[in-house]
């Protein structure tokens, strides 16, 4: 088995190594993974610019002057001589749960394996700081493993898991979840630049409005491993036919109108 690995906080970030060391048990692996942070980064592709990639001596390591999509995608499309078996991303130093996942670079390093056809699983710490990380590689280990030898769709499969900071045996197991959701995000925080000019720091995510039991918050908040099925299909298709309604005709129609 072939294992790609990438991350969105850099090559030297310990949550990645910890997930390589962790997938050697599986088979092979190749890291493909970024020159420095790019969290946030969500899917973006580097279009404007050349990418370069360097090849660390004797390791089984690329760095790629992109983001966590770029890494997966220089990967697929050229750099690997062969489509990799299984793609995980991780292990993130933070949580990355409910609408977190629209603006994660890890999930969407994993979410590129899945767009070509490659079964991917994201993994996030929930607290910043590395704290327990042997555990959350251990329990990356355990998912893979039930995965590997459980899964029964022929498809690729996205898994979105979140693992609380606690040592494995404190863990209360793992459940399968549905993405909470969060409150706005706070007002931005407005400074004056060294130059004199207005500029605003981002202000800190909302807090979960949606954690129901069956959530991603919910769980990890009572001790679990969340794992969460998702999808990258954004249609809303209760709301087709109502659209058609409003839209079906429309340049026809207002053609007409405009005839004197």
């Known amino acids: 088995m072939h294992i790609l690995i990438s991350n969105d906080d850099g090559y030297r970030a310990p949550g990645i190594n910890a997930l390589a060391q962790a997938m050697r048990r599986f088979g092979r692996v190749t890291i493909v ?9 969500s899917n973006s592709l580097t279009l404007n610019r050349p990418l370069t990639v360097e090849h660390m001596p004797g390791a ?8 966590p999509s770029d890494c997966v995608h220089v990967a697929m ?26 603006y994660s670079g890890t999930v969407a390093a994993a979410i590129e394996g899945y767009l070509f056809g490659v079964p ?24 893979v493993e ?3 030898e459980r899964r029964t769709q022929n498809g690729p ?14 863990l209360a197991g793992i459940r399968a979840t549905r993405l909470g959701r969060r409150q706005s995000a706070e007002p931005v925080i407005p400074e004056m630049s060294p130059r004199g000019f207005p500029i605003y720091w981002l202000g800190a995510a909302g807090k979960p409005a949606d954690a129901a039991e069956g959530t991603d918050f919910w769980a990890t908040a009572h001790g679990f491993v969340s794992v969460s099925p998702l999808q990258v299909d954004l249609t809303n298709h209760q709301q087709v036919s109502a659209a058609e309604h409003w839209v079906g005709g429309g340049l026809v129609e207002a053609c007409a109108r405009r005839e004197p």
């Open 33 to 41: 993974a970024p020159d420095h942070n790019h969290s946030g980064a």
């Open 146 to 148: 039930r995965f590997l």
């Open 120 to 143: 991917a699983i994201a993994f996030s710490q929930i607290d910043k700081g590395w704290a327990e990380l042997e555990s959350a590689a251990r329990v990356a280990e355990t998912v």
């Open 60 to 67: 089984d390591l690329y760095v790629l002057s992109g983001t």
């Open 157 to 170: 499969v996205l898994l979105n898991v979140n693992i609380p900071n606690m040592p494995y045996e404190a």
């Open 77 to 102: 499309t050229g750099l690997l001589d062969e489509k990799p078996d299984l793609v995980v991303s991780g292990i993130n130093c933070g949580a990355n749960m409910g609408d977190d996942t629209m």
